[in-house]
């Protein structure tokens, strides 16, 4: 089956770390850039960041430059978010996606995400 799968999530206290996994199944990862995106309960889905897969070129959302890192292991047909300096405003179900331009503007179909929460 053709899919994106979400993990890492957790409860974090403010000011700790996580790091998201999204791995594929299915289809070699390396062909596609990828960005993750998050959606706070009765918020819309924003994008987070993205990194391509030809030069590995990476942009992130204002509200997490300096604190997140977007990564890619090809060799384990995964993408990574390492989160740093986690604030309760980050709290979300986190999901990967198909994003060619880079534009958080995805091609692909949702998987069930990672929860974070950031609470004290």
């Known amino acids: 089956q053709v899919q994106l799968v979400e993990s890492g999530g957790g409860l974090v206290q403010p000011g700790g770390s996580l790091r998201l996994s999204c791995a594929a199944s299915?289809?070699?990862?390396?062909?596609?850039?990828i960005c993750w995106f998050r959606q706070a309960p009765g918020k819309e889905r924003e994008g987070v960041s993205c990194?391509?897969?030809?030069?590995?070129?990476?942009n992130y959302a204002d509200f997490v430059k300096g604190r997140f890192t977007i990564s890619r292991d090809n060799a384990k047909n995964t993408v990574y978010l390492q989160m740093t300096s986690l604030r309760p405003e980050d709290t979300a179900v986190y999901y990967c996606?198909?994003?060619?331009?880079?534009?958080?503007?995805?091609?692909?179909?949702w998987g069930q995400g990672t929860q974070v929460t950031v609470s004290s």
């Open positions: 299915g289809f070699s990862l390396e062909r596609y850039t």
């Open positions: 996606n198909k994003d060619p331009g880079r534009s958080y503007i995805p091609i692909g179909s």
């Open positions: 990194i391509s897969n030809d030069d590995g070129n990476t």
